[in-house]
């Protein structure tokens, strides 16, 4: 990099957490020649989305803000509120909405994800809400206050969605004193990361909290009243539940627009697709984070998000470091109940076998898979109590040294 006479430009679409990550990564280095350009549509620094709930806890939007001290070097230009609408990528330039122009040498696109709604009537009706945001999370809670004080009653809700985030939605109405449920078109709750009895068992948690779940169920179309708000919610089996306010949680949609149309490859299930360099099909132009799809697979979670950041910024620095893939291992909190799954939580690899103790009175599940000689983790999920996760997370992959029953069976003293 030192041999070229004038520092390289780059420019990063979106102001989200891989592209504070790159930002911060890319400048730690004293002597990198560079300028960044850093463009982001909401109206405010990066953010940490995981802490979104706190909102709902009495946080102030501030506090969930990101360390940025990078943004603050001369190198570094910040915009925000503003949208890159359209990549040139034979001038190597972007347009914003407010129609500046900006060149680049390397374009990185740090967009994110859109969360997805279920494509029903209804859906964008006043009272239904995405949570992804802060701006979402103040609008929810806007129009929570007037909609009660207009109805001069507490509210009803439906959170459309029942993996981790639509748990945590459901968690959130419940703080603002709104009787929730949860409606979850699969069989069961959690379904990626659960199998059938934790996830019964994170229902029966649930309903002891006062929120409702239905599972197997499909959401047909969302009724007004007179006023155009949200009244009722209609299902597939032709029930309906009266709601005034529905938030969806039904997975992400990478926001590979900016991509798709300037003939950048984007994965047939959505997402820019990357290297292991986090270069897209255009050399000049690279992805990471959520809306990168790296050998066919979406990550849509922060440790992955900011490997691709280090990855990126790493190789502009002249290094070789490689994205490898992500772990999809997790464990929350969630609506107040401990959930964690790593590995194989699934049991997918052939001739695997489980090992488990369930307890679904107390509310409680461990479970480890391990391969076919009953000895090597593959992975486990544990509900209700995870505080085992993070030492059995690092032994996947590993041969077990004690008998694997001593890890689930609960400890008699
Ligand atoms: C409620 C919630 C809880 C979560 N909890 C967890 C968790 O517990 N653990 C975990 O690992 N992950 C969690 N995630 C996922 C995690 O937040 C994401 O993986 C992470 O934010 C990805 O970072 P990103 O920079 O790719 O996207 P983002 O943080 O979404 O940033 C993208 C930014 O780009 C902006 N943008 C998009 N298009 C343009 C454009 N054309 N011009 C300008 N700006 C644009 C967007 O507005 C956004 O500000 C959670 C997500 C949510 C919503």
């Given at each position: 990099?030192?041999?070229?006479?004038?520092?390289?430009?780059?420019?990063?679409?979106?102001?989200?957490?891989?592209?504070?990550?790159?930002?911060?990564?890319?400048?730690?280095?004293?002597?990198?020649?560079?300028?960044?350009?850093?463009?982001?549509?909401?109206?405010?620094?990066?953010?940490?989305?995981?802490?979104?709930?706190?909102?709902?806890?009495?946080?102030?939007?501030?506090?969930?803000?990101?360390?940025?001290?990078?943004?603050?070097?001369?190198?570094?230009?910040?915009?925000?509120?503003?949208?890159?609408?359209?990549?040139?990528?034979?001038?190597?330039?972007?347009?914003?909405?407010?129609?500046?122009?900006?060149?680049?040498?390397?374009?990185?696109?740090?967009?994110g994800a859109y969360s997805a709604r279920v494509a029903v009537?209804?859906a964008a009706?006043?009272?239904c809400f995405s949570y992804r945001t802060?701006?979402d999370?103040?609008?929810?809670?806007?129009?929570?206050?007037?909609?009660?004080?207009?109805?001069?009653?507490?509210?009803?809700?439906?959170v459309v969605g029942g993996g981790?985030l639509g748990?945590?939605a459901?968690?959130?109405?419940?703080?603002?004193?709104?009787?929730?449920?949860?409606?979850q078109y699969?069989?069961?709750?959690?379904?990626a990361?659960?199998?059938?009895?934790?996830?019964?068992?994170?229902?029966?948690?649930?309903?002891?909290?006062?929120?409702?779940?239905?599972?197997?169920?499909?959401v047909?179309?969302?009724?007004?009243?007179?006023?155009?708000?949200?009244?009722?919610?209609?299902?597939?089996?032709?029930?309906?539940?009266?709601?005034?306010?529905v938030v969806f949680t039904v997975g992400m949609r990478a926001r590979d627009e900016?991509?798709?149309?300037?003939?950048?490859?984007?994965?047939?299930r959505g997402g820019?697709?990357?290297?292991?360099?986090?270069?897209?099909?255009?050399?000049?132009?690279?992805?990471?984070?959520d809306v990168?799809?790296?050998?066919?697979?979406r990550?849509g979670?922060?440790?992955?998000?900011?490997?691709?950041?280090?990855?990126?910024?790493?190789?502009?620095?002249?290094?070789?470091?490689?994205?490898?893939?992500?772990?999809?291992?997790?464990?929350?909190?969630?609506?107040?109940?401990?959930?964690?799954?790593?590995?194989?939580?699934?049991?997918?690899?052939?001739?695997?076998?489980?090992?488990?103790?369930?307890?679904?009175?107390?509310?409680?599940?461990?479970?480890?898979?391990?391969?076919?000689?009953?000895?090597?983790?593959?992975?486990?999920?544990?509900?209700?109590?995870?505080?085992?996760?993070?030492?059995?997370?690092?032994?996947?992959?590993?041969?077990?040294?004690?008998?694997?029953?001593?890890?689930?069976?609960?400890?008699?003293?």
């Amino acid at each position: 990099m030192s041999t070229r006479p004038s520092p390289i430009e780059i420019v990063v679409v979106g102001a989200g957490m891989a592209a504070q990550r790159f930002v911060t990564r890319l400048l730690a280095s004293a002597s990198a020649r560079v300028r960044v350009t850093v463009i982001g549509d909401e109206n405010r620094p990066p953010y940490d989305r995981t802490r979104l709930r706190e909102l709902f806890l009495g946080a102030a939007a501030g506090d969930l803000q990101l360390p940025c001290p990078a943004f603050e070097d001369d190198r570094v230009t910040v915009i925000l509120d503003d949208r890159v609408l359209r990549i040139d990528r034979r001038a190597r330039s972007v347009r914003t909405r407010s129609r500046r122009v900006y060149s680049y040498d390397v374009l990185v696109l740090a967009t994110g994800a859109y969360s997805a709604r279920v494509a029903v009537e209804g859906a964008a009706l006043p009272g239904c809400f995405s949570y992804r945001t802060i701006a979402d999370v103040k609008d929810l809670r806007r129009f929570v206050r007037a909609r009660s004080d207009g109805l001069g009653r507490s509210l009803r809700g439906v959170v459309v969605g029942g993996g981790p985030l639509g748990l945590e939605a459901a968690g959130a109405l419940q703080t603002m004193g709104i009787a929730a449920t949860v409606v979850q078109y699969a069989e069961r709750l959690m379904d990626a990361q659960l199998d059938v009895t934790a996830g019964s068992i994170v229902k029966r948690h649930l309903q002891a909290r006062g929120i409702a779940v239905r599972t197997a169920t499909r959401v047909t179309r969302i009724d007004p009243d007179e006023s155009g708000a949200v009244t009722a919610i209609e299902f597939q089996d032709g029930s309906f539940q009266r709601v005034d306010v529905v938030v969806f949680t039904v997975g992400m949609r990478a926001r590979d627009e900016l991509a798709r149309n300037a003939d950048i490859e984007v994965d047939p299930r959505g997402g820019v697709v990357i290297d292991e360099g986090c270069r897209t099909s255009d050399a000049a132009v690279l992805a990471i984070g959520d809306v990168a799809c790296f050998e066919g697979r979406r990550a849509g979670r922060t440790g992955a998000a900011y490997d691709m950041a280090e990855v990126a910024a790493e190789r502009l620095l002249g290094g070789t470091r490689s994205f490898t893939g992500s772990d999809e291992s997790a464990a929350a909190t969630v609506a107040g109940v401990e959930v964690a799954s790593f590995g194989d939580a699934l049991t997918r690899t052939p001739d695997a076998v489980d090992v488990l103790y369930a307890d679904p009175v107390a509310g409680v599940y461990r479970k480890l898979v391990l391969a076919e000689d009953a000895h090597t983790l593959l992975g486990g999920i544990l509900v209700g109590d995870a505080s085992a996760y993070g030492a059995l997370r690092t032994l996947v992959g590993a041969r077990l040294e004690d008998d694997p029953a001593s890890y689930v069976l609960p400890v008699r003293g």
